[in-house]
């Protein structure tokens, strides 16, 4: 069983997919395992997964014909075999190499279902920003080390963490096949049945703008 099933959803990504996978794959925690559910590509991204797979055994492709990205996502959770699941998208990338590393240790070291850390917004010019936190009403979303979620909800950001598999396949927590927005109605029903969650003080996630 690999520590962690990184599942990425793959549409006519060519221009990014390298950046992302080699940013997956050189991650310092090796035992892992990438699912690359190519949804319908019209460009050169399945080619390109599959050179990546030809050279990496802990990569897997799932080739279909284009249903959404939530589809896609649940085709990988169905798939995944790893002790946690972690969720990217095909754009993006890790803030480090060690960021699978750290939450996945916390996680072990709490006992925690869910771990993460903070969001970071990359630019088109290579710059990159700290996400501040969103404001909702007078609630500022920046939660840090152990929180319950339900003195602390929101919705967003929900490819900043990895859950345990086991969470999400009893309870059948699934992505719902919408055109838009399919995260956070998974992300809230995730955390419902966590309870509590880990925030780790660090960047982990670069979010292209």
């Known amino acids: 069983m690999p520590k962690i099933s990184v599942i990425i959803p793959v549409y006519n990504m060519e221009k990014y997919i390298r950046e992302c996978l080699d940013s997956v794959l050189g991650q310092t925690l ?5 699912i690359l559910i190519n949804d ?12 990546y797979q030809n050279k990496d055994s802990r990569i897997v ?6 249903a959404g990205v939530g589809a896609a ?4 959770i ?4 790893g ?7 095909p754009d993006d ?3 480090s190499d060690e960021v699978l590393s750290h939450c996945y240790e916390k996680a072990k070291k709490e006992d925690m279902s869910v771990v993460g850390g903070k969001i970071v917004l990359l630019y088109q010019d290579g710059s990159i920003k700290e996400e501040a936190g ?6 500022k979303i920046s939660a840090k080390g152990l929180t319950e979620y339900q003195n602390y909800q929101y919705d967003y950001g929900y490819v900043c963490y990895i859950y345990r598999r086991s969470l999400i396949v009893e309870n059948q927590i699934f992505f719902p096949l919408y055109s838009r927005f399919q995260d956070p109605p998974f992300f809230v029903k995730v955390m419902i049945k966590a309870e509590r969650f880990y925030v780790l003080d660090e960047p982990v996630y670069l979010y292209r703008q």
């Not at 996502?73 to 990988?76: A, I, L, T, V, Y």
């Open 40 to 51: 319908g590509s019209t460009d050169e991204s399945l080619n390109i997964i599959q050179e």
């Open 83 to 89: 002790e946690f699941l972690a969720f990217m998208d």
């Open 93 to 95: 990338m890790y803030a």
């Open 73 to 76: 996502r649940n085709d990988g």
């Open 61 to 66: 492709v799932i080739d279909k014909k284009n």
């Open 134 to 139: 969103k404001q909702i009403g007078d609630i």
């Open 78 to 81: 169905k798939a995944a075999t």
């Open 30 to 34: 090796k035992d892992i395992e990438v």
